[in-house]
């Protein structure tokens, strides 16, 4: 039952946040968009480092000096993963300097995002299942407190995230229950994900110091790709760098703490 809980706990967080939907009266607020993209900035930083990078380090102290290496491929891995991605589909990039009033334009742009967002929550519910895999077998440096603490971490990060999927589509003209829909489903590939690498623990485990990085290394990449310089562009930025202050701290507390 912790299991089947611990896996749906992101999703719950992408559900909540495009719920946010139903209480737009209007378009929403320009100071909250960017306090919500740089408090998802501030949790993906900190869950990178505390939730995904530190255990796949600790989880490779068997070689010695040389523990940096799974931990450095895993993440470079990553960011060459999302980089090659959009090398391989042009369209999946949305130039973030083209403000265009055209109502075409502006939901192609809030499509893109939906796709970058469902397609990198894909290694984060990787990365949710090996922990819950590690916590499970006993002997991978993973607590079922950590593993819980990186589910909630990442739930948290989801909330933003479906926020700023379902209140544009809003925006565009969409109905508030559609708009929710799409937020929504931009995370289901998370427990379906954590579940498959759930089943495939034997396989997994041995190789989980790469694929934590890789989940932090893809994070990574949104965080300075799209998110942090969404935050900055305009007005407001300063409201932006306060979300990603608060958006850390709160990560970093959750995962020290239950951790």
Excluded: C
Aim: aromatic share 8%.
């Amino acid at each position: 039952m912790n299991l089947i809980i611990g896996l749906i706990i992101p999703f719950l967080g992408t559900v909540l946040g495009s719920s946010m939907v139903f209480f737009m009266k209007d378009k929403i607020n320009k100071k909250i968009e960017k306090l919500l993209l740089g408090f998802a900035s501030g949790v993906m930083i900190a869950a990178s480092v505390w939730s995904l990078m530190i255990p796949a380090i600790n989880m490779s102290e068997h070689l010695g000096k040389l523990s940096w290496i799974p931990t450095s491929i895993g993440f470079t891995l990553g960011i060459l993963f999302l980089l090659l991605l959009e090398a391989l589909i042009p369209y999946f990039k949305v130039d973030k300097m083209d403000r265009e009033d055209s109502i075409k334009k502006r939901i192609k742009k809030t499509t893109m995002m939906l796709l970058a967002i469902t397609i990198h929550n894909i290694p984060e519910g990787m990365a949710v299942g090996v922990t819950f895999a590690g916590a499970l077998i006993g002997n991978a440096g993973i607590t079922l407190a950590g593993a819980f603490a990186l589910a909630i971490g990442v739930a948290i990060q989801n909330f933003p995230e479906g926020a700023i999927i379902s209140m544009p589509l809003k925006n565009e003209g969409i109905s508030k229950h559609k708009a929710f829909i799409f937020g929504s489903l931009s995370g289901i590939v998370e427990p379906i994900a954590a579940a498959i690498t759930v089943l495939l623990t034997n396989l997994v485990v041995p190789i989980l110091p790469y694929v934590l990085s890789f989940a932090a290394g893809t994070m990574m990449y949104v965080v300075v790709e799209e998110l942090i310089p969404e935050s900055q562009h305009g007005d407001y930025a300063k409201i932006g760098i306060i979300g990603v202050s608060v958006g850390f701290i709160i990560m970093m507390i959750l995962d020290i703490a239950l951790g």
